[in-house]
């Protein structure tokens, strides 16, 4: 079964943010090279520029943008360009991300596991309690791997984290979780992507500097969605009325008592 990654990429002008982007999509090279050198990349890239990355025996499929596509519409590029492509299979990665093995043999494992489910998706699953929603970790699409039948049937939830509607992640986990739930196939244990929470590296995740209260705007959007989607088994029809665009205080009224806006 023919598979690809899949990744997004954008490197922003400033440094050290720039140099600290470029040095973690060289070393998630560096790790696929190791652990899967035959399976291609398939790469969005924007606002690379003059960027050139580290040889590696992996082919790499690059689709150039030259300037930042936003969160959302990268992801439904890169379906877009899995779509038109041979693959079969994508494995979707940050290029922020560090994939850590408990053993090497974990590698073909995994690769094994998706050939045995053509039609299937997986997720890489957490040690921790399962959530409310789903048993994933807190970037679910890190090595998360969708079949073609999948992402044909589904398409990218469309939901921007940029405009503060939700986290289009965990809310496509959440999904497909739910509704396609007879396709879903558990990876072996003990491999696990962890992403840009290193305390050695320079550059905080984009998502780091965020104002808190956009944050919690994010998660409130996210849970009222997600919260459908366990009852309902799909999005809702009506999308746009389960997102917030800012967050609003409680109303009072003659007696005091606060009006209060329900958050999941």
Not at 147 to 158: D, G, K, N, Q
Request: proline share 6%; glycine share 4%; net charge positive.
């Amino acid at each position: 079964m023919k598979k690809c990654f899949g990744i997004v990429s954008w490197f922003p002008d400033i440094e050290p943010d720039r140099s600290q982007r470029q040095e973690r999509l060289n070393r998630l090279f560096k790790q696929l090279n190791e652990l899967w050198p035959d399976i291609d990349i398939l790469i969005i890239t924007q606002n690379w520029k003059t960027f050139k990355s580290i040889d590696i025996s992996n082919k790499i499929v690059r689709k150039d943008f030259i300037d930042g596509l936003g969160i959302l519409k990268a992801r439904q590029t890169l379906r877009e360009e899995f779509l038109k492509s041979k693959y079969e299979y994508l494995i979707m990665l940050d290029d922020d991300c560090i994939i850590e093995l408990k053993d090497n043999s974990l590698a073909s494992k995994y690769m094994s596991e998706i050939d045995k489910h053509p039609n299937g998706f997986c997720f890489i699953h957490s040690n921790n309690p399962k959530t409310k929603f789903h048993p994933y970790i807190g970037a679910q699409l890190n090595l998360c791997a969708i079949s073609r039948f999948i992402y044909t049937s589904e398409p990218m939830v469309p939901i921007d984290p940029q405009k503060n509607e939700g986290y289009e992640d965990s809310i496509f986990a959440t999904l497909l979780h739910h509704k396609y739930s007879k396709y879903e196939f558990i990876p072996p244990k003990g491999i696990m992507p962890i992403q840009f929470n290193n305390p050695k590296e320079r550059v905080p995740s984009t998502w780091c500097d965020r104002e808190k209260k956009n944050i919690g705007l994010i998660h409130a959007n996210s849970n009222r969605i997600k919260e459908y989607i366990l009852i309902h088994k799909d999005l809702p029809r009506n999308l746009d009325e389960y997102i917030e665009k800012e967050i609003k205080e409680p109303s009072y009224k003659a007696d005091g008592r606060k009006d209060c806006y329900l958050y999941f």
